[in-house]
């Protein structure tokens, strides 16, 4: 059987959309946040690999297809933006604002967590752009000398987190107004955090959309200059 999965030249693809759609049935059959779709088909994934004996290296290979995925399908995050360009002109400097101070909060969170947990240079920096999309993250891991590998994981968790809570802290907080909705769950969770907010509203998903693009090109600049702080 395991020769069998490894001759398939796009068994790791195959396998991760099937993971995939596991979760998306589980999430709608219990309906709570702990069965997140990309959570679930991380864990059934793993299980799988390792029940099988397969390397990752073998799986990746057949799943790097997906990979190239990603910038094209970030892109297409514009589309709501598009649509909600008239509300954004009228709230572009509270956006812009706001999206700035998530970066910054990021960004300080990650040297205070390094600072408290005596992390070194590396590990570091490679957590500096967690609240990232996955495409401009690697980057960023690269430019610093970082774990790109655990960029990514951390990149991953960091969306799955705001995917699962993000709408619970609006509530906590009180925050109702579907500009600060999206700007906050775009800016803290990337791309994952926006199917959330998409779910939220339409000018949820937009100002999530926009919010993606804009703190990525925030956080390049700033992981360089908060990259010398330790």
Wanted: proline residues 3%; glycine residues 8%.
């Amino acid at each position: 059987m395991r020769e069998i999965l490894l001759e398939s030249t796009y068994f790791g693809a195959m396998l991760s959309l099937a993971a995939y759609e596991i979760g998306v049935l589980m999430k709608k059959k219990f309906k709570l946040p702990i069965f997140n779709p990309m959570l679930i088909s991380v864990a059934l994934i793993i299980i799988i690999l390792i029940f099988c004996n397969i390397d990752y290296e073998s799986y990746y290979d057949g799943a790097q297809v997906l990979s190239y995925l990603l910038t094209p399908a970030t892109v297409c995050l514009a589309v709501p933006l598009y649509e909600q360009l008239e509300l954004l002109r009228r709230n572009i400097k509270a956006v812009f604002l706001g999206i700035a101070s998530g970066v910054v909060t990021s960004l300080l969170f990650v040297l205070l967590m390094s600072m408290l947990f005596h992390l070194d240079h590396k590990m570091y920096v490679t957590l500096l752009p967690k609240s990232i999309t996955t495409a401009i993250g690697i980057g960023v891991s690269e430019e610093l000398n970082g774990y790109v590998t655990i960029t990514v994981a951390v990149i991953m968790i960091t969306g799955i987190f705001g995917n699962m809570i993000g709408e619970g802290v609006c509530r906590l907080f009180h925050i109702k107004e579907p500009i600060s909705r999206g700007v906050a769950i775009g800016t803290a969770s990337h791309a994952m955090g926006t199917t959330k907010a998409m779910e939220l509203g339409e000018i949820e998903g937009a100002m999530s959309s926009l919010s993606i693009a804009v703190s990525g090109l925030l956080t390049v600049a700033g992981a360089t200059i908060f990259a010398s702080f330790l």
